[in-house]
């Protein structure tokens, strides 16, 4: 895990050196060619710029080790202000669209596994093929097309997309209703991915030895795929929904911005636009953090599920 935050942090440092941009000059872009130098000297010195690389690269890996995210170059604010409200709002968005997934694919390639080649695996291959060809922005765009144009009749009043972001602490229900249509489709996708790595795992596992031992004794279907299929087949799965929730934390751009979300993802991009280095190198350390969090979760959960691997 170490050597991979390092990594990690050493990419998006020199990468966003590289990159063209100066957020001085973004700042001071409305003076046109009258502007005097000094001030985009004193812009630079004042952020830390004029630094050499090798200072400015161990300042920002001190204040990962601290977790002292200091402030935005542009706005001058702290950033753990302005990160908790638009990470709690991509938190809860990326955790309701993995619900939504279980609780949708993980019967549904089950069942099409267990009914193999007849009409109803066909139906759900044909619903997972439509949800992983289907682009989110097209969905996301149709959907809110149509909830504005029958919100009336279906919910007695006219629904718009929001204006501002609403804590589920303050009103759950205002909340939910916020929530509820970008994560079904942020959800679409990542349904149509693990209905099918369901399906093929579930059908690895069926045709397996023991379960034809199984068979042979008198075992149930329901007793066969219940007790001896879905533990073994939930491993690749459990690895997918880990690597899934954790790229949903920074990967909602398109979606929040359909659906008017000031989300982690549409920071980035702003930060990105700005080049206000500071953000954009934090957001991503902490999605990089999120992402070898999670895949440690999933090495540990290994081991509860399949006694024959051991971490010594």
Known sequence: MIPTIIGAAALVFFLMRIIPGDICLTRWVDYGTNLDPSLLE??????????????????????????????????????????????????????????ITIIVALPLGILS??????????????????????????LATLMILTILKYSQSWFGDPWLPPIIYISPTDDLTA????????????????????????????????????????????ATERTI???????????????LLGAEFAFLIGGLVIT?????????????????????????????????LIFIFVNFLVDIVYTLLDPRIRYN
Request: charged share 10%; net charge neutral; aromatic share 10%.
């Open 225 to 239: 795929v219940a007790r001896h299929a879905l533990r073994n087949a939930f491993l690749p799965i459990l690895t």
């Open 42 to 99: 004193l812009c630079r010195e004042n952020l830390g710029l004029n630094d050499p690389l090798f200072v400015q690269f161990i300042n920002f890996i001190s204040n990962i080790l601290t977790l002292s995210f200091g402030n935005s170059m542009w706005t001058g604010n702290s950033l753990s202000s302005e990160l908790l409200p638009r990470f709690a709002l991509s938190f809860q968005l990326a955790v309701m669209a993995l619900i």
């Open 113 to 138: 596994a267990i009914r193999r080649n007849t009409w109803v695996d066909y139906i759900i291959r044909i619903i997972s093929i439509a949800g992983v060809a289907t682009p989110s922005f097209w």
């Open 256 to 288: 929040e911005q359909i659906f008017n979300l000031n989300g982690v993802g549409a920071l980035l991009i702003q930060a990105v636009e700005y080049s206000d280095y500071t953000v954009v190198q934090t957001l991503v350390m902490i999605i990089a």
């Open 175 to 218: 909340n939910l209703s916020q929530l509820i249509w970008p994560a079904l489709v942020v959800s679409a996708h990542y349904i149509a991915v693990t209905l099918r790595m369901t399906r093929v795992t579930v059908l690895d596992v069926l045709s397996e030895d023991y379960i034809q031992t199984a068979r042979s004794k008198g």
